[in-house]
């Protein structure tokens, strides 16, 4: 179980970083007590606790955030959770073993990982049933998929292979040979290259998502494990297990800038912030996150977290990195600013995982005019505002409308269930007007703001 | 306005001591309102609508009681209904030439003003309410059919500037003509 922990918590982390997850709500998975707890990240309290099935293991969510499905390795099934009501909905059997579980972009099929079986299980997310099981190689490890939401990368083990699945078609593309026990893999933001981590040939396999082809085989430390590439695709960087060290491969040349001697003994996961300013990693050794600059690559900080820190999870405006200590059944919260613990949150048994649920993107095409309402004594000068709801993520319940950039003014709300207009009364003429609108979720995440002056 | 009522109830009702002769008519016109802004939110709306009722003597001496001049309509815009209703009582000079059975006449009065503005809408002011003094000129024709029962048409027009002011913080308009013209015609009784 400790092996399956490694694996799970090491997965999770990657797939934080390729989803650019961005929080208000934590689902932490509980592998001792197989429940899930809920954290309200602007609280940092638990808003609830879900019994799943045994094991759980991994939690995704989908892009509108109103499903999170949950990985029960120790019960071959699926959780299906309804984020509004934190309530299990459904549970899908799978294969042997489920532990990485991933969702397509458009949200419409979830590929999980059974790691026991060799295969992979594509379920229909509309109607929450397998719909293919696609044969891999031996032990698979970990699975992504690309930005463009058409191909899945599945690392096999023990067989040191990639599986390259068809989205379209739940079929096998092809297979390529990469270094020895291949473990993450990490996409460009670009989608056009994979960087596979070779745990016991110490290196990193470069990948041409185009032709399905290694092209380059990059040395690093002793026994890389986790790989987490910045928002911008310049940098990506590799935990080295063995060698305490992190190395940073320039992409662009695939070779490595530098290698960043770290203070903790095995430095195994890694998240970037998603600003792209700072690298967090945790240790399997030592209860202390680390803090990497990007811009110096330097050490910065080394703060002290809970027993066997496990996978870190950042919000999505960078200010908060979330850490499960799998051995005292807490969560801490760093607060990026000053890295600090700032709370710790008790939770269930063993937490193995955190995935976050993103913000709400914010409306777009924005367009603004004046009108007047003239009565026989009086005139009502109407600003009115129009825009379209974000065409992807998470679906906002409303939209709030604010007078300034500091969101502090507020001058009205809008349901997303009705006309996206805002209309605001009694203006001036011959007057500036300058509005602010951001999204909100279900659970009170706001996107950025979307603003337009009207003249 | 009260007392201003009954002033002129007064003076009514003292005609006939005065060996005066009194006609009571029921009237009916067509209210047209001064203003642009006024005209042009009434416009849209529905058609004007207006009825008087007065006693006038047949004297030099003219005074009348309305009912109401009144309209509804929308406003430019929004469209949302507005309505205006206007209460002008009025005492001054009355000249007329018979033509038997036909009496035309003039008239020029001052009248005292009572307007009240209702606006269905949250962002603007939704009652208004002003009096005050204003004047009013007539030209009309009577014919009478009968022994004393006349039909008259006439026209009408009466000024009267108000300014308004508002709680809201809305656009509003100083100085707005709120008298207008009547069209009209009445089914009278000559005492």
């Known amino acids: 179980m400790k092996f399956l922990q490694w694996i799970t918590l090491t997965c999770t982390v990657l797939i934080v970083s390729c989803t650019s997850l961005f929080c208000n709500m934590a689902y932490v998975t509980n592998e001792g007590s197989n429940t899930i707890s809920v954290i309200n990240t602007a609280t940092n309290t638990v808003a609830a606790t879900i019994i799943v099935g045994a094991t759980p293991i991994i939690v995704a969510i989908t892009p509108d955030g109103k499903t999170a499905y949950v990985a029960n390795g120790g019960s071959n099934t699926v959780s299906v959770i309804n984020t509004a009501t934190n309530t299990v909905t459904a549970t899908i059997g799978v294969g042997s073993n489920p532990t990485i579980l991933a969702i397509t972009p458009d949200g419409k099929t979830a590929y999980v990982i059974n790691r026991n079986d060799n295969s992979v299980s594509a379920i229909n997310l509309a109607t929450n049933t397998v719909t293919a099981t696609i044969g891999v190689g031996v032990s698979p490890f970990f699975l992504t998929i690309t930005p463009d939401g058409k191909t899945a990368y599945v690392t096999n083990e023990d067989s040191n292979t990639v599986s390259v699945i068809n989205i379209a078609t739940n079929t096998i593309i092809t297979t390529l040979a990469v270094g020895t026990l291949p473990r993450f893999i990490a996409i460009t933001p670009n989608g056009t290259t994979a960087y596979v981590t070779n745990e016991n040939s110490n290196t990193v396999s470069v990948i041409n998502t185009a032709t399905n082809l290694v092209t380059a085989s990059i040395g690093v430390g002793i026994k890389p494990f986790d790989i987490a590439i910045t928002p911008d695709g310049k940098t990506a960087y590799v935990t080295n297990l063995d060698s305490d060290t992190v190395s940073a491969i320039n992409t662009a040349t695939n070779s490595v800038s530098v290698t960043i001697g770290v203070s903790g003994s095995r430095p195994k996961l890694l998240e970037i912030t998603p600003d792209g300013k700072t690298v967090y990693l945790a240790y399997e050794d030592i209860s202390f996150v680390t803090a990497i600059n990007t811009a110096t690559n330097l050490v910065t900080d080394t703060i002290e977290v809970g027993p066997a820190p496990a996978v870190l999870a950042i919000t999505p405006d960078s200010k908060t990195v979330y850490v499960p200590n799998s051995d005292n059944n807490t969560v801490s919260v760093i607060d990026t600013a000053t890295n600090r613990v700032v709370a710790t949150i008790g939770v269930g048994s063993q937490p193995l995982a955190i995935t976050i649920t993103s913000n709400p993107q914010p409306p777009h095409s924005l367009a603004g005019k004046k009108k007047k309402d003239i009565f026989a004594t009086q005139t009502d000068r109407i600003n009115v505002i129009t825009w379209s709801a974000p065409s992807e993520g998470i679906s906002p319940v409303r939209y709030k409308i604010y007078r300034d950039a500091a969101l502090t003014n507020l001058a009205g709300m809008v349901s997303a269930s009705n006309a996206l207009k805002f209309e605001d009364h009694n203006r001036k003429n011959h007057t500036v007007y300058s509005y602010y609108i951001v999204s909100e979720d279900l659970n009170g995440g706001l996107s950025t703001a979307a603003s337009i002056s009207i003249s | ?191």
Request: hydrophobic share 40%; charged share 20%; proline share 4%.
């Open chain 2, 1 to 191: 306005m009260k007392k201003t009522l009954l002033f002129f109830l007064f003076l009514l009702l003292a005609c006939p001591l005065l060996s005066m002769n009194v006609t009571l008519e029921g009237k009916g016109g067509f209210f047209i309102p001064p203003t642009s802004a006024c005209k042009r939110s009434m416009a849209v709306g529905r058609s004007m609508e207006g009825s008087s009722h007065g006693v006038s003597t047949r004297s030099w001496i003219s005074m009348q009681m309305r009912c109401f001049l009144a309209k509804s309509g929308k406003s430019l815009g929004e469209r949302r209904s507005t309505h205006i209703r206007i209460l002008p009582v009025g005492i001054g000079l009355k000249g007329s030439l018979p033509f038997d059975p036909f009496e035309i006449y003039v008239a020029a009065s001052t009248k005292h003003f009572t307007v009240k503005i209702h606006n269905n809408s949250p962002y603007v002011d939704q009652h208004q309410e002003k009096n005050g003094w204003g004047w009013g000129a007539k030209i009309g024709v009577s014919f009478f059919f009968a022994n004393h029962f006349l039909l008259d048409l006439f026209l009408e027009y009466m000024r009267k500037e108000f300014s308004f002011s508002h709680s809201k913080k809305v656009e509003s308009r100083k100085e707005v003509d709120i008298g207008g013209g009547v069209i009209g015609g009445a089914l009278g009784y000559r005492f």
